[in-house]
């Protein structure tokens, strides 16, 4: 089955730097990468996502970089501020039309802290 | 996000008993999912449902069964076979077809008494 491993496990910037996690998959035939943000005691939330037709997706301080070569997919977090601070977490699918079952597997999570 | 509703909020259960955690979405997703989430660490699937009657189990199914009577509704229920069963369970369903974007439930607390 597929393994997703996630990098690195806390991460702490000051507010207004950038902040960079790395995720690498094992199962070649996954396709679709979603980022979820989830703040303490909370259900994660679905931040970005993108799939393997895209080397590149961005939604105003977010973005996604995706290598399907190399098998791994990164989050950068531009300007951060200290409302961003949360556990983020990357995961990955294999998604085939209708019938795919769209079964997320997730990495362990990255801890991020913002400092004002 | 807020069509998915899972109870109790928090539920605790005593050494050998079953206790079952309710989730109920009035999305019209097909696909639901069970996830266990234990403190500081990632998620893990326990059981998935596609459709109606059908379910398959996920990467720790162990200890745990669900049932699919209704496409609303995904109950899970932790066994007395659930060695350690304390640990954050979340709920979530799937659109069919286009976006395939997973959305959870607020999540149950389950403790071991």
């Known amino acids: 089955g597929e393994n997703v491993e996630q990098h690195p496990s806390t991460l702490s910037v000051q507010e207004g730097d950038s902040a960079v996690i790395k995720c690498t998959y094992s199962?070649?035939?996954?396709?679709?990468f979603p980022w979820y943000k989830q703040e303490l005691g909370k259900r994660p939330q679905l931040i970005i996502d993108i799939r393997s037709n895209v080397g590149e997706k961005k939604d105003q301080r977010i973005a996604v970089t995706l290598n399907k070569t190399a098998k791994h997919f990164s989050l950068h977090i531009t300007e951060t501020q200290p409302e961003d601070s949360a556990v983020y977490f990357c995961?990955?699918?294999?998604?085939?039309?209708?019938?795919?079952?769209?079964?997320?597997?997730f990495g362990q999570g990255t801890i991020l802290t913002v400092h004002p | 996000d807020g069509g998915i509703t899972q109870s109790p909020k928090y539920l605790f259960r005593k050494e050998g008993q079953n206790v079952t955690l309710s989730c109920e979405q009035n999305l019209n997703h097909d696909a639901m999912y069970w996830y266990r989430q234990d403190p500081g660490q990632g998620l893990r699937l326990i059981y998935y449902s596609q459709i109606v009657n059908d379910f398959q189990k996920g990467d720790i199914a162990e200890g745990y069964s669900v049932s699919r009577e209704k496409k609303e509704s995904f109950p899970l229920t932790v066994t007395s076979a659930q060695k350690n069963p304390t640990a954050f369970y979340l709920c979530?369903?799937?659109?069919?077809?286009?976006?395939?974007?997973?959305?959870f439930g607020e999540g149950s607390w389950l403790t071991v008494v």
């Open positions: 979530a369903s799937r659109k069919p077809g286009t976006g395939n974007t997973i959305y």
């Open positions: 199962d070649s035939a996954s396709n679709y």
């Open positions: 995961a990955a699918s294999f998604l085939a039309g209708g019938t795919s079952y769209g079964k997320l597997t």
